[in-house]
């Protein structure tokens, strides 16, 4: 595992919970959020506009309560971080 900068900011953004002020400070306009195709509503996301609405948005309805707990962080060389891990519902 990887400590750099990137993974740093990742790690900040899950353990705030995606707290707004979190989310605004971090997220970039061109934030790339990728889940897995096969997963409810996977697919690319783009911008937290994005993602806040067409995916967490159309999935929280669903459930009454839900998260993720990250596993592993990866960082490449052009700065990407890779989080794997997994996602749990209660319906």
């Not at 400590?3 to 002020?21: F, Q, Y």
């Not at 999935?59 to 960082?75: D, K, L």
């Amino acid at each position: 595992m990887s400590d750099s900068a990137n993974i740093t900011l990742v790690r900040r953004l899950h353990e705030s919970g995606m707290a707004p002020e979190v989310t605004a400070e971090i997220l970039t306009s061109d934030f790339v959020w990728d889940i897995t195709p096969g997963f409810p509503n996977g697919g690319m996301y783009h911008g937290w506009d994005n993602i806040a609405r067409d995916f967490f948005g159309r999935m929280r309805p669903n459930y009454e309560a839900s998260g993720s707990v990250p596993e592993h962080y990866h960082a490449d060389t052009d700065g990407h971080v890779f989080l794997l891990g997994h996602y749990h519902a209660d319906a």
